[in-house]
């Protein structure tokens, strides 16, 4: 385990402590680290996989969810394109066709 995956788990337990949970900005501002990113660790603790990620998962996840935006962006292109192409009374080119 890495330093920085020790003081992680040693911040969100001090938050997540049952009878003596600290407040978040007292606590990242003694780790030096951000309000925000000291609430993610807690949030990513808190949706049952502990928080523990495999090395290099996250940004995994994250490219994921940008190119599924991407997908969903151009899908939705493509139907304006489909529809104007009715409209303007032209025929829309099958796949494959150039």
């Known amino acids: 385990m890495t330093s920085s995956a020790i003081v992680k788990d040693q911040a969100v337990g ?7 949970g600290r407040p978040i900005p007292e606590l990242a ?11 993610k660790w807690v949030k990513n603790s808190q949706l ?3 928080g523990h990620r495999a090395e ?3 940004a995994v996840a994250d490219k994921l969810r940008v190119l599924r935006r991407e997908v969903s ?3 939705e292109e493509n139907n ?6 009715v409209i303007l009374g032209t025929k829309a080119q099958k796949k494959g066709a150039r």
């Open 73 to 75: 962006l151009l899908r």
């Open 56 to 58: 290099g998962e996250e």
């Open 14 to 20: 001090l938050v997540s402590a049952v009878n003596a």
């Open 29 to 39: 501002s003694e780790f030096g680290i951000g309000d925000g990113l000291l609430r």
């Open 48 to 50: 049952g996989s502990g």
């Open 80 to 85: 304006i394109l489909k529809q104007a192409a």
